[in-house]
């Protein structure tokens, strides 16, 4: 059973358009044996509100910029948001190794197959991670347990996919970028996740911006879905920046891009 508990809030305020500075607060969620620690932002008022569990990309993470300019677009909309830091990345960086860095080296010490082996190997550990965010939300008094949606980076998008086919009761996923990196090396990977969006009946919402290392992998898993007759979206939007690092991180670059289209679909799927 995951335990929650709620810590300090954390140091560096947040700035909203039009409104004063604020901080999240920082919150304590049980993975097993691991101590996390992830950024909550809350609407003003009593709730309960629909809320949102998010997953970065695998590294640190410890980059404040991108949840700060996530958490008050989601409090805008009236959603509770979880930026919840995974072992061995940002405020968890105490527990554990970062799922980069060890895929990293894997790969220097045994190659291109050993690291997509465990590639697969920590997408279903740390999903017990997001399992204990999604525990942790479902928690909270402030929050409607029936109403809860995910949205992930990167190796965090695929862990949004893996969680929609864990979690039936979720409303909703939005998807950045999963596997745009590792899409066209890794059969496994492609595998699993084809697998995984087969087996959930989640609404699903795949984002690229045109410049990510490929547009393969949402627009594959969106056409896995709707051959399936499941509810899927798909839009690739405008390249953004320069290099494909970049339109990787159109998930926070492009905030003012996905913005109306992301909080149409959630809205859709979590208000009453």
């Known amino acids: 059973m995951f335990m929650v508990a709620v810590a300090l809030a954390w140091a560096i305020p947040i700035q909203t358009k039009g409104q004063p500075a604020e901080a999240p607060e920082t919150v304590v969620v049980r993975s097993g044996a691991l101590t996390l620690r992830g950024l909550l932002w809350r609407p003003s008022g009593r709730g309960p509100f629909p809320a949102v569990l998010f997953s970065h990309g695998s590294g640190p993470a410890a980059y404040p910029q991108k949840p700060a300019t996530l958490g008050p677009a989601f409090v805008r909309h009236g959603y509770v948001f979880l930026y919840l830091f995974r072992r061995g990345a940002g405020l968890s960086a105490d527990q554990g190794t970062n799922s980069e860095e060890l895929m990293s080296q894997a790969l220097k010490e045994k190659?291109?197959?050993?690291?997509?082996?465990?590639?697969?190997?920590?997408?279903?550990?740390?999903?017990?991670?997001?399992?204990?965010?999604?525990?942790?939300?479902?928690?909270?008094?402030?929050?409607?347990?029936?109403?809860?949606?995910?949205?992930?980076?990167?190796?965090?998008?695929?862990?949004?996919?893996?969680?929609?086919?864990?979690?039936?009761?979720?409303?909703?996923?939005?998807?950045?970028?999963?596997?745009?990196?590792?899409?066209?090396?890794?059969?496994?990977?492609?595998?699993?996740?084809?697998?995984?969006?087969?087996?959930?009946?989640?609404?699903?919402?795949?984002?690229?911006?045109?410049?990510?290392?490929?547009?393969?992998?949402?627009?594959e898993l969106a056409a896995e879905m709707a051959r399936l007759g499941k509810p899927n979206r798909i839009k690739i939007y405008p390249p953004i920046g320069q290099t494909a690092i970049d339109g990787h991180d159109f998930y926070y670059l492009g905030l003012s891009m996905w913005e109306p289209d992301v909080f149409a679909f959630l809205d859709e799927r979590t208000r009453p």
């Open 111 to 219: 190659g291109q197959e050993a690291r997509d082996d465990l590639q697969l190997q920590l997408l279903e550990t740390e999903l017990g991670d997001v399992l204990g965010g999604f525990a942790f939300l479902r928690g909270r008094p402030e929050v409607d347990a029936h109403r809860i949606a995910a949205a992930g980076h990167s190796f965090g998008g695929s862990l949004t996919v893996l969680l929609a086919e864990r979690e039936p009761s979720l409303r909703a996923a939005i998807v950045f970028g999963a596997a745009a990196g590792s899409w066209k090396s890794s059969l496994k990977l492609r595998s699993r996740l084809l697998a995984a969006v087969g087996h959930t009946n989640v609404p699903t919402f795949f984002i690229h911006a045109g410049n990510d290392f490929s547009i393969t992998p949402g627009k």
